[in-house]
Nanobody, 120 residues
């Protein structure tokens, strides 16, 4: 099994910054990709950003230029630096990891979620 531990989110004023981290542990052979998703009240969960083992990144249009995803492969940890935060960024943020736990067998794993609130 793979266990994900996310850092705490928090409250920040519009225009502020916040960073999140997520560490994966357990019976991991190889992590294909790590990423962040978010879910606002009354809305579906949506992709925020992903990063592959080769550090290729993908961002939602709504966060491009404001958020930066990075990862430390040695620590199986993914980071999300969020700048110029807007009230619309308020959501529960979930870490996701796609990992091989055995040869030929991969699964998606999710963190418990952390609340990010942007308001004045």
């Amino acid at each position: 099994q793979v266990h994900l531990v996310e850092s705490e989110g928090g409250w920040v004023q519009p225009g502020g910054s916040l960073s999140l981290s997520c560490a994966a542990s357990g019976s991991i052979l190889h992590i294909v990709a790590m990423g962040w998703y978010r879910q606002a009240p009354g809305k579906e969960r949506e992709l925020v950003a992903t990063i592959t083992a080769g550090h290729s990144t993908n961002y939602a249009d709504s966060v491009k230029g404001r958020f930066t995803i990075s990862r430390d492969n040695a620590k199986n940890t993914v980071y999300l630096q969020m700048n110029s935060l807007e009230p619309e960024d308020t959501a529960v943020y979930y870490c996701n990891t796609r990992a091989y736990v055995a040869v030929g067998r991969w699964s998606d794993y999710w963190g418990q979620g952390t609340q990010v609130t942007v308001s004045s």
